[in-house]
């Protein structure tokens, strides 16, 4: 049974909510090892830090909220995040441009081993049931105009979210920074997006050479 009309915007809310706790799991599982939970301070960091992750992620959905993209970039971001949660809960690795590179450099067989009952669990919960929400909830846009101006204004509430959360936080969230640097690769998915965009734009900041004749003397 289908639920009521919702929004693009509210999608993108609850998306983003969902992947900012669940996918996240990791993430604070480590800052409860590192002691940042605990009293009143540690639940005001907590708050401060699902408010950075629930407006990252809406200020990066938000741009896809249109009728032909928005379901399948959230859908898209579900996989993303549930794979890197897995992989991160399991293995202890972190998603930063150099474990994209060896993901991209792995061949079939590599990928088999690395196949698991808890990697399905992990994709049932984390991405193919809430895709299944996703993809039989009505969804209203409006004209290109009014679902620009309502874009807008997400993007600008968000924005405004992030950068009071970051003010909140600022003196532990940088000290933990400092500290643990591993900690902004555990930002999930958006360490993921954010190594993709590293690698793809890798080409554009090697400076153009000249090439070098060598070996004009060889017989």
Not at 39 to 59: D, H
Not at 98 to 112: F, K, R
Not at 159 to 184: G, T, W
Request: hydrophobic fraction near 60%; charged fraction near 10%.
């Amino acid at each position: 049974m289908r639920g009521r009309v919702l929004p693009a915007q509210a999608v993108v809310a609850v998306a983003a909510l969902w992947m900012a706790i669940a996918a996240n799991l990791p993430l604070w599982r480590r800052l409860l090892a590192l002691d940042m939970l605990a009293g009143v301070q540690g639940v005001l960091f907590a708050v401060a830090m699902l408010a950075i992750l629930w407006a990252g992620l809406t200020l990066l959905l938000g741009a896809f909220a249109w009728r032909f993209s928005l379901k399948p970039v959230i859908t898209l971001l579900l996989l993303v995040g549930a794979f890197a949660s897995h992989f991160m809960s399991s293995y202890g690795v972190v998603v930063d441009p150099g474990m994209v590179t060896n993901v991209l450099q792995t061949d079939l067989n590599e990928a088999g081993a690395l196949f698991s009952g808890q990697l399905v669990a992990a994709l049932l919960w984390l991405a193919v049931l809430p895709a299944v929400w996703l993809w039989r909830q009505p969804v209203s846009y409006g004209s290109v105009r009014r679902q620009l101006g309502r874009n807008l204004l997400l993007a600008v509430s968000s924005a405004a979210l992030l950068c009071a959360a970051v003010l909140v936080a600022f003196q532990p969230l940088a000290s933990l920074m400092r500290n643990h640097k591993d900690i902004r690769y555990l930002l999930n998915p958006l360490a993921s997006v954010y190594a993709l965009a590293r690698l793809a734009a890798t080409p554009l900041r090697h400076s153009p050479s000249a090439l070098v004749r060598v070996g004009e003397d060889a017989q």
